[in-house]
């Protein structure tokens, strides 16, 4: 019988233990459009603590199914485990000792001096320059055939024109020869090349004016 009664003690016990645990939570039905943020809000506890007493493992919940909000205050009731102090255990560090560098004496470095000759400048020589005789305005050819036609042509007249203005000048060239110089140097110089390819010589030049009037 003292056995059976002290069993029948114990599961009163356990009983009335897991009673008062149950009192103590506060349970709710939860409604449409309730979050689990607004009941936390509502009951004065948080969201990961809601989910810790649920065992939710994400914020979705249901309306009509009952959530447990915490106690009468609405926080869980937690048990506080006595923590002793912790010591801190000083480390004995011995004081560094300087190490004292020697100094070492070096003596100033003595820069040397290098002699250097004074460059000595290259005259170079040049040669005076010599000036090129000018050469003199071109005067043509000289010869009696040449004088003869001169004289039938313009009778030794630079200033000569045709009548047509198509010839000009003391051998009467053509103007297009001449290309817009009437100078007596070049009627000289276009009526010598003139006379040398057409005809080779004035004196052939004379027997063609001779033969045609005209050379």
């Not at 009192?23 to 409604?31: F, L, P, R, W, Y």
């Not at 249901?62 to 869980?76: D, K």
């Not at 005259?123 to 071109?138: D, E, F, G, L």
């Amino acid at each position: 019988m003292k056995k059976q009664l002290i069993a029948i003690t114990g599961a009163i016990a356990l009983s009335t233990a897991a009673f008062a645990g149950t009192a103590s939570a506060k349970t709710v039905t939860i409604h449409a459009g309730d979050t689990l943020s607004g009941l936390a809000q509502t009951h004065g506890t948080t969201v990961n603590t809601l989910k810790q007493l649920n065992g939710l493992t994400s914020d979705l919940i249901y309306a009509g199914a009952p959530i447990e909000v915490g106690g009468s205050n609405g926080q869980a009731t937690q048990k506080t485990a006595y923590q002793a102090p912790v010591q801190k255990q000083t480390t004995y560090k011995a004081p560094v000792k300087q190490v004292q560098t020697q100094t070492t004496y070096k003596a100033p470095v003595q820069q040397k001096q290098t002699y250097k000759a004074p460059v000595q400048q290259k005259q170079t020589y040049k040669a005076p320059v010599q000036k090129q005789a000018t050469t003199k305005a071109y005067t043509g050819s000289s010869s009696s055939a040449k004088s003869w036609i001169a004289n039938k042509e313009s009778t030794n007249n630079y200033n000569a024109r045709s009548a047509t203005g198509k010839y000009i000048g003391k051998y009467q060239l053509d103007k297009s020869y001449l290309n817009g110089d009437y100078s007596p140097a070049n009627q000289e110089r276009v009526a010598d090349k003139y006379v040398k390819d057409r005809y080779g010589s004035w004196s052939n030049a004379k027997s063609a004016w001779q033969q045609k009037g005209w050379y």
